[in-house]
């Protein structure tokens, strides 16, 4: 008995440790026009299997900026200075799990426009060049931007695939959570909440 259990254990490990290896899929998609926005992310398991998926705007924030409550202020100012000690600790860490992922598509278009047919131009070019130089960064990159001249407007939509190895990540977050100053960071931020 108790070895059939053990090797219960020892199978589930294995294929948890299988899915870490083979990584997650995550995918975001998203269209925005005028003042609506509507996007879908999903994670998935093996690159195929669904295991998460969220809707915006999902039908709970709508009940929760109707129910009237105030909510607590948190101190940004507080939360700024528990992170200053620590952000080059942060940012070696962001480093690392970018490498862990690996970009599968990222496509991503939209309109800009102002009050003046000057400055729709001027901020298009700027976006433009931009965009040119992003896009030869990687093959997968395709970014794109025109220009509206029918007044102010930022709209767009895109779709965005990353796979995420989550075993790579574990050793930089375990060496970040070591660290002194990261706690106290953590600690803020939730005393915050």
Known sequence: MLNILGMIILIIILLIIILLLIGIKIKFEYVKKGSEFKGCLKILVFKKINIYTRHFPSKDSDNDDNDGEEKKQRDIKKIIGLAKPCLAELLDYLKSVLKTMKIKRIENHIVFGSASYADT?????????????????????????????????LDGHGVNEFDVYPLKVIVPTVRLLLKKDIRKLIRGVLDEQ
Do not use: D, T
């Open 121 to 153: 131009g001027k901020y298009i070019g700027l976006i433009w060049s931009l965009f040119s130089v992003i896009n030869s960064l990687h093959s997968k990159i395709i970014l794109s931007a025109e220009p509206s001249f029918a007044g102010s407007v």
